[in-house]
T-cell receptor
Framework: DAGITQSPRHKVTETGTPVTLRCHQT?????MYWYRQDPGHGLRLIHY???????DKGEVSDGYSVSRSKTEDFLLTLESATSSQTSVYFC?????????????????FGPGTRLTVT | RKEVEQDPGPFNVPEGATVAFNCTYS??????FFWYRQDCRKEPKLLMS???SGNEDGRFTAQLNRASQYISLLIRDSKLSDSATYLC????????????FGAGTILRVKS
């Protein structure tokens, strides 16, 4: 299994409080991603990073910010948590490399963080 | 229209059966294709990449039809341990190789 950890694994917080989720990798991969998974929506990209201090928005970035000060860590912050941000959050990593057969960019996922905003 | 569409199932099959899942995608610029497996309350895990020429990994066979924008996964000799949700996934070069996920197909293999 890819060396990806997420912390915390579970969190309950109140509306309006800031929350930071951490993703840590030991694979030295360039790309890191934050997704959220909700029933009926599948996984959706929040933000991603293509290198240290290089980040960009995904399709559902409103209300979230990220930072990447080291290759191995990618932080997701909910500035002021809302009930609509109750979800399961997955971090993923990718080397963004090429294989002999295809430009295949497999992503590998961390175990997830279950966040409940009350 | 969703970018990646799958039949949600569930597919209920007996052990030893052969089962096939299909998936269609709407973005003709999609570059890479995958099947992921997700167990209940767990992270998605890469099952296999899907290559243009089709590929096989043990009991699993994946096919890609770029002209029809269609991907399939065939599972032979189903095992109880194959019970999971199977996610069809495509990627483009936008959003740093963003993955677009289908909502998943539920497979239940019964003894």
């Amino acid at each position: 299994d890819a060396g990806i950890t997420q912390s915390p694994r579970h969190k309950v917080t109140e509306t309006g409080t800031p929350v930071t989720l951490r993703c840590h990798q030991t694979e030295n991969h360039r790309y890191m991603y934050w997704y959220r998974q909700d029933p009926g929506h599948g996984l959706r990209l929040i933000h991603y990073s293509y290198g240290v201090k290089d980040t960009d928005k995904g399709e559902v970035s409103d209300g979230y910010s990220v930072s990447r000060s080291k290759t191995e860590d990618f932080l997701l912050t909910l500035e002021s948590a809302t009930s609509s941000q109750t979800s399961v959050y997955f971090c993923a990593i990718s080397s963004g490399g090429l294989t002999l057969r295809t430009s295949s960019y497999e992503q590998y996922f961390g175990p997830g963080t279950r966040l409940t905003v009350t | 229209r969703k970018e990646v569409e799958q039949d949600p199932g569930p597919f209920n099959v007996p052990e030893g059966a052969t089962v096939a899942f299909n998936c269609t995608y709407s973005n003709s610029a999609s570059q890479s294709f995958f099947w992921y497996r997700q167990d209940c309350r767990k992270e998605p895990k890469l099952l296999m990449s899907v290559y243009s020429s089709g590929n096989e990994d043990g009991r699993f066979t994946a096919q890609l039809n770029r002209a029809s924008q269609y991907i399939s996964l065939l599972i032979r000799d189903s095992k109880l341990s194959d019970s999971a949700t199977y996610l069809c996934v495509v990627s483009t070069m936008e959003y740093g190789n963003k993955l677009v996920f289908g909502a998943g197909t539920i497979l239940r293999v019964k003894s």
